[in-house]
Antibody
Framework: EVQLLESGGGLVQPGGSLRLSCAAS????????MNWVRQAPGEGLVWVSS????????WYADSVKGRFTISRDNSKNTLYLQMNSLRAEDTAVYYC???????????WGQGTLVTVSS | EIVLTQSPVTLSLSPGERATLSCRAS??????LAWYQQKPGQAPRLLIY???NRATGIPARFSGSGSETDFTLTISSLEPEDFAVYYC?????????FGGGTKVEIK
């Protein structure tokens, strides 16, 4: 069974940094692209970033480009999201999701909440 | 950026009724559209991908149709567990985008 377990969320001040992790199991991690999707409280889903299986290719939403960095450690079956220069509008539940065939998200982790506030 | 507009925002129906949800794209996404279901406090779950393909384990009462800019998710007969929020998503071009969601609530 595929399992994705996010961690690293919490309360951070504006301008601060946080690193999210997503521990994967139940599949050949290095074979699949991985993704981060976020959801602000009471709002819809927003794609944040994707990374290829090898880690050689990355993609970002304009809203986080230059501030967030996606990476992965295939030896540890773990996906990361380094978030710098955080803003109040980055407050959200952050989900990691495995890519299904093409750029579809399946399955998703349970999410980790990031709150940016002073 | 491709904008996906979902309608209605809220759909009030009774168990056993048919639900029809719409997703309209600001430009053609060909057949590259998916649907997700999200229940309160849970992560989203993939239902349909590439317009009409059901994901693993998804019941046959869920079906998808459409092309180019207009897409529909149909739930043939609502079960109690189907009351949730549904999102569409396109993969035609970067950035990947989602619709704003349709909430299917119990009437």
């Amino acid at each position: 069974e595929v399992q994705l377990l996010e961690s690293g969320g919490g309360l951070v001040q504006p301008g601060g940094s946080l690193r999210l992790s997503c521990a994967a199991s139940g599949f050949s991690f290095s074979t699949y692209d991985m993704n981060w999707v976020r959801q602000a409280p009471g709002e819809g889903l927003v794609w944040v970033s994707s990374i290829s299986g090898s880690g050689d290719n990355t993609w970002y939403a304009d809203s986080v480009k230059g501030r967030f960095t996606i990476s992965r450690d295939n030896s540890k079956n773990t996906l990361y999201l380094q978030m710098n220069s955080l803003r109040a509008e980055d407050t959200a539940v952050y989900y990691c999701a495995k890519k299904l065939i093409y750029n579809w998200f399946d399955p998703w982790g349970q999410g980790t909440l990031v709150t940016v506030s002073s | 950026e491709i904008v996906l507009t979902q309608s209605p925002v809220t759909l009030s129906l009774s168990p056993g009724e048919r639900a029809t949800l719409s997703c309209r794209a600001s430009q053609s996404v060909a057949s590259y559209l998916a649907w997700y279901q999200q229940k309160p406090g849970q992560a989203p779950r993939l239902l349909i991908y590439d317009t009409s393909n059901r994901a693993t384990g998804i019941p046959a009462r869920f079906s998808g149709s459409g092309s180019e800019t207009d897409f529909t998710l149909t739930i043939s007969s609502l079960e109690p567990e189907d009351f949730a929020v549904y999102y569409c998503q396109q993969r035609r071009q970067w950035p990947l985008t989602f619709g704003g969601g349709t909430k299917v609530e119990i009437k």
